[in-house]
């Protein structure tokens, strides 16, 4: 996710975050791949966002329910919104616009991908529906 920044000396909650778990879970480089050959290694939007940054925007917003303007105000409020995505506090973030292009991109492909996510986050017991992320009681 690039070198360490501002972001990473923050302090954070003892309970930690489901954000950093998921984050550790899930191995990001098959997405990578998948995304490279999807883009031939591209960024999207301008200027230029890493594909798996971007992906994992589409990710927070399919588990937090959030329209593309919501997330895009949820990127410039939440550090844990920023950090998971892999933007540090000085980078610059996708608008709605670009957020909208990059699932419009993935048509038909972000299914894929998506079930990919979906695997080793299940196995682990971490509990995803729409809207919702939690651990089983």
Known sequence: MGQPSFLDMIKQSPKGSLLDDMAVMVDWKPFERKLKSFFGGRGMGRPSYAPLSMFKILLLQQLYDLSDPEMEHQLYD??????????G?????PDETT???FRQSLQGKSETLFNLFLDPIEGKGLLIRKGTLGMPR
């Not at 919104?81 to 892999?86: A, S, V």
């Not at 506090?89 to 973030?93: E, M, R």
């Open 78 to 87: 939440r550090l844990s919104f920023r950090k998971f995505c892999g933007f």
């Open 89 to 93: 506090l000085a980078d610059a973030l």
């Open 99 to 101: 957020i909208c292009r």
